[in-house]
Each structure stands twice: as C-alpha cells, then as structure tokens.
C-alpha cells in the first residue's frame, strides 16, 4: 500500500505535534493497520457519503495516541483518507482532535477529489 498526504494534512499533523508529541507514531501504527484492512470498519472507521464523488473516503475516529494517557482509542483524534483501491493508494486528507473541530472538512475533501 502506498501511502500520500496532501500539503493540509501535513500543516494539520505538523501542528497537532506541538500538543501530541507521540503523535507521528501513533500515525504509523494505524498506517500499519490500514494495510491490512483499509476499508471501513464501524465503529471505528466509516466511509464518508453523500459527496457526490466517486472516491471512497473514510473517516477513523478511533485512533489510539499514547500521549492521551489512559484513554486508548477514545482520545478524539480523528483522521480522514481516500482510498483507491485499484491503485493500492491511500491519500491522508486531514486529521483533527474532536475538541478543536466538530466534522471533517468536506471542502477539503471535494478539492482534491471532485
């Protein structure tokens, strides 16, 4: 599986690194995962609808971050990809805490995608 990530993505994680410092790790652990299992699976993942787009985009919102002690997957990060699985690609579109930010950011998502 290849893994991209849009230039947001990288301003999002950039600056969720300040507060998470395990952050970076953490991602690649659910990397790990996703390469075995990269569809939606509730309830931890669910695809994203009504976009009127034909990319399956999906939404995790459990992801477990070791610098949320004693929290485990309920640490409200949230992470949104595309995945094309065709191409074996996953592109990483934004991650956010549930605290700074209700929903993901569709305008974000019918960008790159629509």
Do not use: W
Not at 6 to 21: H, T
Not at 46 to 73: E, M, N, P, Q, W
Not at 91 to 98: A, D, F, P, R, W
């Amino acid at each position: 599986m290849k893994f991209e990530e849009i230039q947001e993505f990288k301003k999002d994680l950039k600056s969720l690194l300040r507060k998470y410092r395990t952050l970076r790790e953490d991602l690649e652990v659910v990397k790990q995962i996703l390469e075995i299992m990269p569809d939606a699976r509730p309830p931890f993942s669910f695809r994203i609808d009504h976009l009127g787009i034909t990319s399956c985009v999906i939404k995790v919102k459990k992801i477990a971050c070791k610098s949320l002690k004693g929290s485990g997957v309920n640490s409200g990060l949230r992470l949104v990809y595309a995945y094309f699985k065709e191409e074996g690609r996953i592109v990483l579109v934004e991650i956010y805490h549930k605290g700074d930010k209700e929903v993901e950011g569709r305008g974000r998502i019918l960008k790159y995608f629509s």
